[in-house]
């Protein structure tokens, strides 16, 4: 079995404006593994997203750490990276998928600038072979290349999302945060884009962080699951057993409480 | 033990041992109602073996059939197996490992079918040939290769459907709207396509007509002979004295 490709360890945060003493994140503990999909779900201020941002480096966790390795394999301490080098991080070895696209995306460029950024940070300048990469990465999320030039301003809520999904993975991730990424969109719009994003974490054998409130998205995409509430991790398994064996109490009642989970 | 070729082999061991299995749920919304629903289960199938678990309904067949699968936990006891490299407790592994044993080992055709909305049947079928046997990390976003990968897959699950008699016109369309006997086919062809070295069918032929039963007994016939050990809770009669070796009773 393969070595972890990330280790979180005993992570809590409390937010300053917290009025009292409660954790938005208590004593998180997981390791994630390269080529596996992992589903964060709980209810809305379980604290999924919290974690999720500390895992991103976004917010300096209270205590714990974010150990990642890199593709030289060596172990970083996230947190104990400068901000420099968290940027590079970000922006080569990682991915961020934000549930509201336009914050994910720049609204004031064509699509395919938007797919080429990332190449360009690391130093590809050569017009034509941007262009050609921007086209198949269109081609991969099933955008309309004839649309290469567009402002995402004028694509649809889905569009936007495909193309954010493209500009990630351009360069070739070997993490991928997701926050809600389907959360916004119709529900046929959500079956495509959920097929698409499977396809591809396998092809790419990448390691995707998914934060969902619908264990539908997570029964579909993920491998493993972990049930968050109260900024608790109180169960975490493959998703399947999370969902049909649930053993923590709120689990039950979480997977009692769907239509059709 | 050292011996993993296919074949039933008096002296080899058994590709499946089940010592001591013990499940039981606790149904925290029902003030913590507990239910023993298997004790001290134990049995062995050996490959190129069909066994058939009987007994009452509510005895567990379909618990036992989801610990050997590991959608559900098991509390004690051991599920030995003889993986294609080598033996492991089902019972006592890492999600990555049960899932990489999924991938190629093991298959589970359940009553029912899930798969991602809107994808094709034939790509259902194909994905999980292509997921069997992964294209190697240094060509994975060659779409050429992978494009041929798919479509080499997706003869092999035509294959499957047409001997399954599901109507042409069905094939490129996702499941999500085919009647009850249809989506079956698509699952037995899901369950069917990659060579496992564990098959667990549970109703296999519930909502199949006398000549799509026939098919299956067919296809589980082969899938013996090529040296899978096969776990079945069968209900009709006919299909289950056509494959079964032997019975196993719960309860």
Known sequence: MSEPLLRVRGLSHRFASARDERLAVRDAEFDLFPGEVVAIVGESGSGKSTLLNCIAGRITPTHGQVHYRDAADRWLDVHALTERQQRVLARTEWGFVEQNASDGLRLDVSAGANIGERLMGQGERHYGRLRATAQRWMERVELDTARIDDSPRAFSGGMRQRLQIARNLVTRPRLVLLDEPTSGLDVSVQARLLDLMRTLATRMHLCALIVTHDLGVARLLAQRTLVMRHGQVVEQGLTDRVLDDPQHPYTQLLVSSVVMP | ?251
């Not at chain 2, 134990?42 to 058939?52: I, K, L, S, T, Y």
């Not at chain 2, 890492?94 to 190629?104: D, E, F, G, N, T």
């Not at chain 2, 992978?146 to 459907?161: E, P, Q």
């Not at chain 2, 079956?184 to 039963?213: H, K, M, W, Y």
Request: overall charge neutral.
């Open chain 2, 1 to 251: 033990m050292n011996e993993h070729d296919g074949k039933a082999n008096d002296g080899a061991p058994p590709r499946l041992s089940v010592r001591g299995l013990a499940k039981h749920f606790t149904l925290h919304l029902r003030g913590g109602a507990r239910l023993q629903v298997l004790r001290d289960t134990a049995f062995d199938v050996r490959a190129g073996e069909c066994v058939a678990l009987a007994g009452a309904s509510g005895r567990g067949k379909s618990t036992l059939m989801k610990c050997l699968f590991g959608s559900y936990g098991s509390d004690a006891g051991s599920l030995r197996f003889d993986s294609s490299d080598g033996p492991v407790d089902i019972a006592n592994i890492p999600p990555q490992r049960l899932l990489q044993l999924r991938r190629r080992d093991i298959a589970y055709v359940s009553q029912f079918l899930r798969a991602v909305p809107r994808v094709p049947a034939l790509d259902v079928v194909a994905q999980r040939l292509v997921d069997a046997d992964p294209a190697p990390p240094s060509d994975d976003l060659d779409d050429d290769a992978h494009a041929r990968r798919m479509a080499a897959a997706r003869d092999v699950a035509r294959g499957l459907f047409a001997r399954l008699n599901l109507p042409p016109a069905l094939w490129d369309l996702p499941p999500a709207t085919f009647s009850g006997g249809e989506q079956q086919r698509v699952n037995i062809a899901r369950g069917f396509v990659q060579p496992a070295r564990l098959l667990l069918l549970d109703e296999p032929t519930a909502s199949l007509d006398a000549a799509n039963r026939r098919v299956v007994i067919e296809l589980v016939h082969e899938a013996k002979a090529q040296g899978a050990a096969v776990v079945g809770i069968f209900h009709d009669e006919e299909v289950r004295d056509a494959v079964a070796d032997r019975r196993v009773e719960l309860g």
